[in-house]
């Protein structure tokens, strides 16, 4: 068996890399699951993106146009007229891509698991039989655990954090996402609520699984009123190579993951865009570059993160007070992109108002982002 592309991992990530070289070359794709879906992920992806990337719009659960901040103390809105996020169904959105890439000519093998190369060929555990399958290029796709990146030695310097949520019944703003950052309720994180409409949302947190029953409690919402529970993990930080030799990491494999958020969807169908040039042009060594606008944001996002990691609430109280001004919220609702948090920071701080505030309430801070 022989293909000119292998993709290990049929999630996101690795179905819309199928999708965008099938019909081009001889493709083909191996899930370890028997089925698309199941991942632990609220499903929130940038609106503006999810048109540009083309992203099954059937897969579309419901719109957001803003977002509630709240604090210990304090709460601001950040609104907009239009949808700025999509909350999707993840089988929905896995399974649109592979169906494309699956009408282009991908082939699919579902329930089968890689398990490392020999030479030079991928070994498959597929429904009880091994293959041994040839490829020009692999695709490690295989999510934050991968066993591609184990098995080119790829080295990961990266916080891991266990990700806790929860589909439940209750009272909800429809086009409202929620935002709590509190560390009184987790000190690693901020927990979220996401509509699905005005009775279900998710919500969810990364951390402890005592923080998220903290937050459940304060949020006053009824664990036994749950409809789902998942748990998942993610990886924020580099792993490195994302080439070697004819083998490329993607998607959560290669932590293609916003550091702020942990949003990773949108960041890997980017770099599928690259790692599709760069394999259509026979130049695997060129996909580290085209991602660069990539490894911008996620440089930015580990800076972020370690700010939000060395203040204490104290200091999150005085920034909420910046970001809840009437300046900061005219900023942020004129100029703030929902992938890039670059350029939102950016608008805030080249507004001297507002730096001067945030340099007050640390100096550290400001450096970091700068
Ligand atoms: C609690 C939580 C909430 C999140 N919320 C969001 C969000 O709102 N928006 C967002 O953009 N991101 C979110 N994320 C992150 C998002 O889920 C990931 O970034 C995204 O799933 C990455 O896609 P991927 O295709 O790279 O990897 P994955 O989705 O992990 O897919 C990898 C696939 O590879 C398969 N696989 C694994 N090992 C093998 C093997 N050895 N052989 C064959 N197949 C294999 C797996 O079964 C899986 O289908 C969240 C994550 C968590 C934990």
Redesign the pocket.
Known sequence: MRYDVLI???????NYLANLLAGEMRVGV????GSFGG???????GAKNYKRLALPEEAVLNELRGAVFYSRIQSFEISRSSAQAYVIDRKGLERGLAERAIEKGADYYLG???QGFKNGRAVVQHVGERLEIEAGYYVG????NS?VAKAIEARTEAEFLS???LEVMGEFRPDFAEVWVNKDINDVFFSWVVPLNERVARV?T?GSLRSFRKFLRVRMLKPTSALEFKT???GLGWRKPWVRGNVAL????ALQ?KPTT?????F?AFCANALAEAILNGRLGDYEKLCKVIKKQISFGLKFRRAFLGMNQEDIERVFEVLGSREAIEVIESQAEFDDHLKTAKAILKRPKLLARLIKISPSIVRYLV
Do not use: H, N
């Open positions: 290990i991992g049929g999630g996101p990530a690795g191996i899930e370890r699951k991942k632990a992920c609220t499903g929130v992806i089968a698991t890689f796709a295989d999510g934050v066993t990700g806790y949520e969810g990364l998942g993990s993610v993607l998607g959560d494999a993951i942990a949003g990773g969807i949108v890997g």
